[in-house]
């Protein structure tokens, strides 16, 4: 009902587990990880706990739709159910084949010869069982015994995820589940998001919901929700939705914390927590998130989309791979201006922007910005032309180019531009130098380098003048246009990513045996892709297994590579 008041294209606080709307913070992020780091083990029990709310379920179906092509997954939503039932619904999800009352005298045999043709074909069998701590002694003992069903003596044929509440980890210290216990190779627990990623949390589902202005929420109304929810998620979504609803009721298009203490009596009763004295003193808390990092004005990068440019073309992994970039955001000074998120880029799609509302009264004084004019040496300095600053960029690589189509030049060394629209974040994740485009008010271009990043703001250059700006006035002349340069590993040929999966191998396994040395497989081939979308979900970017110029970059700057690097202070 009100959608429309605030501007929205959809409900923003559905309690349903929707993936679009699944906010990576640093905890979720881990949590993918370590779901695809034991997924390598192939075999044994991956374990996911999570307080009530905290997101567990919604983590799973994204890590769902990440999966590699190969995998047969059987979805277990009912825990309650016995052995008979559970090893039927394996059967209906997997598409056992059956004969005629084969199912029904020995599952177990019917299930086994159909993993052994899965495995034939290259595939491999996931179970998954949500609300596991509801699971009886008996089928979590089933569940151990279908783990022992192996190909080899060391190549097991299913593996399962369970994903249940804190107390799962208490059932598996029981005695009678030791067995299982020792079988699980991976296990990570999700926390209730901290007082500082709330805010985050708010701004990215409204962001995803069609929001383009500032916030409804002000800074005490994002603290009050807090603490009254404790940063679970699902308790956040209830209050949040309500605190809209009370708003828009009352005509208000601000939310402040008596709203929200209207909202909570309804949903939470009237004993909603008062705000004491401790936590009254850690109010400023939230506040930190803003010096980590983003746009100035509250304008930030919850999904980016990075496209690349090689020779005036799209690579073919232009709509497989995207930055998965936290929702990061910069010092806002109280009168600082919320601006819309920049349009899409052609052929490719930019997510919303995230914004933030301005700090409360009562948050630390920010030193005045610099006058309007501190910009003015820059735009003096500065070329409009790309392909002019892009050649003095390509000097860090040590390459020097002349006059024409700089990213054609540079190509022929074997370096590719790479552009990207959005925010800070995807920036920070990069971590690398490039062009950014200002543009002043007055109609003025300049195309500066991005050198670094600190507390105090962003480090450009122009020839030999180098200064920094702070963070809320590069917001007022920058609209997100990021370019940068790659230095592309022996075997790469660009738009033809498929085409050189094998030619890159060499170069990939040494690469990735500089991050974490693996173990000799029999399936080099497949253990490589699988590898690269492991190393995909742990740098935050869409895993595919591809290697594409984003996972490259990554790959070059996680292993140690000696190239030009952001400096970030």
């Not at 409900?11 to 709307?21: L, M, Q």
């Not at 179906?61 to 009912?78: C, S």
């Not at 299930?111 to 596991?132: F, Y």
Request: glycine share 8%.
């Amino acid at each position: 009902m009100y959608e429309s008041f605030f501007g929205l294209k959809t409900e923003p606080f559905s309690v349903a587990p929707d993936p679009r709307f699944l906010y990576l913070s640093q905890q979720h992020r881990d949590a993918l990880s370590h779901l695809a780091n034991g997924l390598r083990h192939a075999g044994g029990f991956v374990l996911l706990t999570g307080e009530v709310g905290a997101g567990k379920t919604t983590v799973w179906r994204r890590f769902l739709e990440q999966l590699p092509w190969n995998f047969d997954v059987a979805y277990v939503v009912n825990p309650k159910l016995g052995v008979d039932a559970l090893l039927a619904r394996i059967c209906s999800d997997l598409h056992v084949e059956q004969t005629e009352g084969a199912a029904a005298k020995d599952p177990i045999d019917a299930i086994h010869g159909h993993l052994l043709l899965a495995h034939a074909r290259g595939r491999r069998t996931l179970i998954v069982v949500d609300e596991a701590q509801a699971l009886s002694l008996e089928v979590m003992e089933q569940l151990r015994l279908l783990t022992n069903l192996v190909v080899t003596t060391e190549r097991k044929l299913v593996q399962v995820l369970l994903i249940g509440q804190p107390e799962l980890r208490t059932m598996l210290e029981q005695p009678a589940l030791e067995p299982l216990a020792q079988r699980v190779v991976a296990r990570f627990h999700l926390p209730a998001l901290p007082e500082s990623e709330t805010a985050h949390y708010i701004a990215h589902r409204l962001t995803v919901a069609g929001l383009l202005g500032e916030l409804p929420f002000d800074a005490e109304a994002m603290q009050r929700i807090h603490h009254i929810c404790r940063g679970v998620p699902r308790r956040i979504n209830v209050l949040c939705d309500r605190a809209l609803v009370v708003a828009c009721t009352a005509g208000s298009r601000r939310v402040d914390r008596s709203i929200v203490d209207r909202a909570a009596a309804d949903v939470f009763g009237p004993a909603t927590p008062a705000v004491t004295p401790a936590a009254a003193a850690s109010a400023p808390a939230w506040r930190a998130w803003l010096a980590a990092g983003g746009v100035a004005g509250g304008v930030l990068a919850a999904w980016v989309v990075l496209t690349p440019l090689v020779l005036g073309g799209r690579s073919a992994s232009e709509t497989s791979e995207r930055g998965v970039a936290s929702v990061v955001a910069a010092p806002v000074p109280a009168a600082a201006a919320v601006r819309p998120p920049p349009p899409p880029v052609a052929g490719g799609a930019v997510s919303s922007a995230v914004v933030a509302s301005a700090p409360a009264a009562t948050a630390p004084v920010t030193p005045a910005p610099p006058p309007a004019d501190a910009l003015d040496p820059v735009f003096a300095a500065a070329p409009s032309d790309e392909a002019a600053a892009l050649r003095a960029l390509a000097g860090l690589w040590g390459a020097s180019l002349g006059p024409g189509d700089a990213c054609e030049l540079a190509a022929k060394r074997a370096l590719y531009c790479y552009r990207s629209r959005g925010g800070l974040a995807p920036i920070r994740q990069l971590g690398r130098p490039g062009i950014v485009k200002l543009q002043d008010q007055s109609g003025r271009v300049a195309q500066v380098q991005l050198r670094g990043l600190s507390e105090e703001g962003a480090i450009l250059r122009v020839g030999n003048l180098q200064t920094t700006v702070p963070l809320n006035q590069l917001a007022q002349v920058w609209r997100g246009e990021f370019t940068t340069l790659w230095r592309a590993p022996p075997g790469y040929r660009a738009g033809d990513l498929a085409g050189t999966e094998i030619a890159l191998a060499p170069w990939l396994r040494e690469r990735l045996d500089a991050i974490e040395p693996a173990a000799a497989t029999p399936d080099r081939n497949q253990d490589l892709k699988a590898r690269v979308f492991a190393f995909q979900l742990a740098q935050g970017l869409q895993p595919d297994g591809l290697a594409g110029p984003l996972t490259l970059m990554q790959l070059n700057r996680a292993s140690g590579v000696e190239e030009p690097r952001l400096v970030v202070r």
